[in-house]
DNA sequence: AGCTGTCGTTGATTTATATCAACAATAACC
DNA sequence: GGTTATTGTTGATATAAATCAACGACAGCT
């Protein structure tokens, strides 16, 4: 039996939590095999975090990398006046943290209960020098993220009010389960403020709040709980949210 | 001595090409040694090309991969109405059309005259899988342009005109000599026109026209070329860029 | 040198979104 | 279970930047 995990959790999980582990999968960790996982769980710590703490505070020295196993974290950028953009949130199966800087130059809050794996900077090049697919993996996911932000710069830079709420809840629609076709009905998943959505759209919160109402009184969008909206046509959607809006 | 450069410069280019190129400290090409370099040398092939070449066509498959040697490169995504944002400016030592995607989701078009190193997909995927520190660079490269990116997310979200032409400027000023003391007196390389900058700041082109007037009749910089801008006080534009402008 | 087209500047006016303001709904807390 | 704080909605007004418009400055070309 492994009394490890059970007596000294601090000193780094046990292998069968990432062998168990149901996002590895869809993360970094499943880069390597299963006998190098363990070198992989010793290396790091699982945390979990209640809604609003701070993962990563904007401007302190970069000593951890982490991967979200459970919630959603936001990554958010400061002016000194206290204006916000946030460059993304991190979902389930993402990793945050990674920089060549000594210092982050962005910030991460938890947006809700959030389960993250937590990489000590030495051991993480460590292991990045050791297994070759960790790093391949790495390089491949910071390629679509950079990818991600140029279509977000696109929205941020050229887009409406109302084609950035459209693009935003197309990209927060939850996956279809696969052998389904493709429906026009769809669940949207916003575990986040209407804040944040804001601070990520770079609207303010009341253009936010109409467009969204605007949208649901035209039959695009249903759902009263702010936090659950579904969608009832995505081919709709998609056409405002790339602006071919007759309107 | 080396006739293959001299009579057949489309099977690749010879490796003392790549020994003498005055970019290779800049450069991802770097990352490897002399000997392994002539492989290098074999999987490229150098380009020159005139203002306004396309370079990659947004949506094309994604089949080469270039390094800047001379030049600047612009990047961008388009809506299908034409509004365009371009999303960064590649200058010497910069690479380009990395991608996880069948194709491109991006284009990429030359600002003036430049060269450029291309490596075929399957070429630079066996350079990645031979040498480990190519991959690193490559990953070092691609984390600094996410880290850009993010900046320019907050710019484009959230700062005001005069705000996004003074960070733009201290973007593009060019490097000191080392072992000089910051100056306040530097000077600005603009080789693209107002359109481009415009779509890089999300602006129109007669914001971008005003707002550069202003801060020359505001004695914050000088020059009456319009690709040649000097800054008269790094400082002040520092203050205006961060949003720490009183008036 | 004069024409032609591109690029950049400046001014007048409009407009999308921000700001200001009030209130409603929901969640948090004793 | 009622009170308080937080979050979200809706309306009225202000404003930064876009749009519309005219013109100026060059660069390339014959």
Redesign the interface.
């Given at each position: 039996m492994p009394l490890r995990s059970r007596f000294s959790p601090e000193a780094g999980v046990d292998i069968h939590r990432c062998l168990v582990c149901d996002t590895r999968a869809q993360s970094i960790c499943n880069a390597i095999d299963d006998k190098e996982l363990a070198i992989l769980a010793q290396a790091s710590k699982r945390l979990s975090l209640p809604p609003g703490s701070v993962v990563i505070e904007e401007g302190s020295p970069a000593v951890a990398f982490f991967n979200v196993t459970a919630g959603t974290v936001k990554?958010f950028?400061?002016?000194?006046?206290g204006?916000?953009?946030v460059?993304g949130f991190a979902d389930v199966g993402h990793f945050l943290g990674?920089?060549?800087?000594e210092t982050y130059?962005?910030g991460a809050e938890t947006v809700d209960t959030v389960r993250v794996c937590r990489f000590m900077r030495p051991q993480l090049e460590a292991l990045?020098?050791d297994y070759?697919l960790f790093?391949?993996r790495?390089?491949?996911e910071?390629?679509?993220?950079?990818?991600e932000?140029?279509?977000?710069?696109?929205l941020?830079?050229?887009?409406t009010a109302r084609e950035r709420v459209a693009s935003f809840l197309l990209g927060r629609m939850l996956p279809q389960t696969p052998r389904q076709p493709e429906t026009e009905d769809r669940m949207v998943s916003l575990p986040m403020t209407r804040v944040d959505i804001a601070?990520y759209?770079?609207l303010t919160i009341e253009t936010v709040s109409r467009t969204i109402s605007a949208l649901r009184r035209e039959q695009i969008i249903t759902g009263t709980d702010n936090h659950g909206i579904r969608i009832l046509s995505v081919s709709r959607l998609q056409e405002l949210a790339?602006?071919?809006d007759n309107r």
């Open positions: 990554l950028k400061s002016l000194p006046d204006r916000r953009q460059t990674l920089t060549n800087s130059s962005f990045l020098a070759p790093e391949r790495l390089l491949a910071v390629t679509d993220e950079l990818t932000a140029q279509e977000q710069m696109l941020l830079g050229r887009k601070d759209l770079g790339s602006g071919q």
